[in-house]
């Protein structure tokens, strides 16, 4: 599945360590995070996971979201949601080619 894959924790760990390069913002929805995040990025394998001007949305595997906790509730921290009781959490990926950034949602369930 795509949202498993190193590509795409490689971009959260690139976030995590470089927030000020990326514009978070908070939906309306109080458990989701957006981000917009440069295309100049580098990312492995680009046209998998965030394709040109189309949406591609997955749930992370279970052992996944148990296995890197501490990465996914840096972004949790950025909902609106206080207690991280969160046992499902979707990645929605894109290219927004005209806008030259990679989009990234993360909904926490």
Known sequence: MASNSDSIYNVMFYIVHHPAEITFTTPEYTNVVRMAIPDHIKV????????DNKLLVNRFQEDFVAKNGNLLDFFFDYTE????NY?????????LTSKQLYFMELSFE
């Not at 949601?81 to 991280?84: A, G, L, Q």
């Not at 046992?87 to 290219?95: D, I, N, P, Q, R």
């Open 44 to 51: 492995a394998n680009p046209d998998i996971y965030f394709p």
């Open 81 to 84: 949601k206080k207690v991280p």
């Open 87 to 95: 046992h499902e959490v979707w990645v929605s990926t894109a290219h």
